[in-house]
């Protein structure tokens, strides 16, 4: 049986070997990891913005006045049967007040004091993410529709990331796949030089009978380790970052948004995961040699 | 407890360090494989404790040929063999402590065990007072005493030492032979390569090696 104290011994001397090493694969990480949280709060900032009431991911079509009940219930059908529209939500105007109010802030000079009647109502069409491109099509027929006034979609900078949320996404995989090599690369050379470093006392251990749990169990933890130091820095300062952003430029709360549980749980997940991966690619490579 | 069958090692597919040799070592046997240098000693002692493995023939070791033998299992029987090296093998940079500690930590002992067993292994030797100092700062004599306490300290079922009081002074050679002795006496099985004779000898089966075979076998 192996006692984890043992393990914690070999890493406290690994680390007493080679500190300044240790801290720059640390730093390293972190930086990495860094990269990957932006990707993160970049695709997480797509995906708010193409939600957004005008933007080339969903359409506002605001109503004729005295258009009458009937007459709405009967174009939200038709709406709703168009093959683009994944959901269609009825804005009267007192409602279309409040959101501008949510994404502006009740200060803004351009909802304060305003009245609600002056606003026409409208609809608000979000469209499934595969037709986002072709927004332009869709508001024509949705402009067609008796009973629409106008229809607005695409903003200046938020319609087109809105509308570039797919190419987005995939440049944030790449990305993310990148960095995440990176990571592992790093990772595997770090932990390389430590074995390379520590060669001598890895043969004498095996000539005395260690297994390779006992040798290399070491390795393994001080490089989870540094996947997870390096990631719980990396979020601490990217949220650090947002909520920065958050203070400073108001006009970006609507979409900048901390990162959900879930996805601060995948990038330590995924730092762990690629820094032992890293770690037994390095393990690997001292066996087979 | 060790038995060897037609064994040869052949390095270089030219050099024959070992050469088709048999041999049957009991459990509890006190063994001397005696030759001048060159003649295999060292290189059948690796065999034995799978550091080489036989260009032909085969080696079993507790029952199990070697060559059938997962690394995991291999590992298994060297926990429970202590060798002596000749060049010592010990962690330069570490202890002498952390050194005698090692196998002890392999096998998972506890640590209030392993302390104790290593000061009293070292006091028996006359290391107590180097404890803290590294490997590397040791002199010969003391570096052997400390791969002897090394190979020693976990009561193994069988040793094996290539020359293991080579570096030491008289009197300390004939204490450490004394304590190779002592636990034959107890039921280790002891195998000792030397170049030179030994008192000890006279209590042992001895095997003389030369050019890679075996020249003789006695009591």
Not at chain 2, 130 to 144: F, I, M, N, T
């Amino acid at each position: 049986m192996i006692r984890f104290y043992y393990i914690l011994k070999l890493i406290m001397r690994g680390v007493r070997l080679r500190p300044w090493g240790g801290l720059l694969t640390l730093v390293s990480c972190w930086f990495a990891l860094c990269q990957l949280s932006v990707v993160l709060y970049t695709v997480n900032v797509a995906d708010r913005i193409s939600t957004m009431p005008a933007t080339s991911g969903s359409i506002v079509a605001y109503l004729k006045d005295s258009t009458p009940q009937a007459r709405i219930t009967q174009m939200e059908k038709v709406l709703c049967a168009m093959g683009a529209v994944s959901k269609v939500q009825y804005i009267p105007r007192q409602s279309g007040l409040d959101k501008m109010k949510q994404w502006l802030g009740a200060q803004s000079p351009l909802v304060e004091g305003v009245d609600p009647r002056i606003l026409p109502d409208a609809f608000e069409i979000t469209l499934k993410r595969e037709y986002a491109d072709k927004v332009a099509v869709i508001a024509l027929s949705v402009g067609k529709i008796a009973g629409v006034d106008d229809v607005r979609y695409r903003k200046g900078l938020i319609g087109s990331i809105a509308g570039s949320f797919s190419r987005i996404v995939f440049g944030a995989s790449v990305l993310g796949a990148i960095v995440v090599i990176c990571l592992a690369l790093v990772i595997f050379l770090s932990i390389r030089v430590g074995i390379i470093s520590r060669k001598q006392e890895i043969e004498v251990m095996g000539m005395l009978g260690a297994n390779y749990l006992f040798i290399y169990a070491p390795y393994l933890i001080e490089a989870g380790t540094y996947g997870f130091l390096g990631s719980i820095a990396a979020l601490a300062t990217t949220g650090i970052g947002i909520t920065y952003l958050q203070i400073h430029f108001t006009s970006m709360q609507a979409f900048l948004r901390p990162m959900d549980t879930y996805q601060a749980a995948t990038v330590v997940f995924f730092a762990c995961f690629c820094s032992i991966l890293g770690a037994l690619l390095a393990i690997k490579r001292s066996i087979d040699a | 407890m060790i038995i060897l069958d037609n064994v040869t090692k052949i390095y270089h597919d030219t050099v024959y360090a070992v050469r088709d040799i048999s041999l049957n070592i009991e459990k509890g046997d006190l063994c001397f494989i005696v030759g001048p240098s060159g003649a295999g000693k060292t290189t059948l002692l690796k065999l034995m404790f799978g550091m080489e493995t036989p260009s032909r023939g085969t080696v079993a070791i507790f029952g199990r040929n070697l060559a059938g033998l997962s690394a995991s299992s291999i590992q298994a029987i060297r926990r429970h063999t202590g060798f002596v090296f000749q060049d010592f093998r010990l962690i330069e940079d570490w202890t002498v402590f952390s050194n005698a500690a090692i196998i002890l930590e392999i096998l998972g002992k506890p640590a209030v065990y392993v302390r104790g067993r290593v000061w009293r292994m070292l006091k028996w030797v006359g290391l107590q007072h180097k404890v803290y100092e590294r490997a590397r700062d040791l002199s010969g004599g003391e570096r052997q005493r400390l791969a002897l306490v090394r190979a020693m300290i976990h009561d193994p079922d069988i040793i094996l030492a290539d020359e293991p009081v080579g570096n030491l002074d008289e009197s300390m050679a004939r204490y450490m032979m004394n304590v190779f002795l002592k636990l034959n006496k107890k039921g280790t099985t002891i195998i000792i390569a030397s170049h030179r004779s030994d008192p000890l000898m006279d209590y042992a089966k001895i095997i003389q090696m030369e050019r890679g075979g075996i020249a003789g076998e006695g009591a």
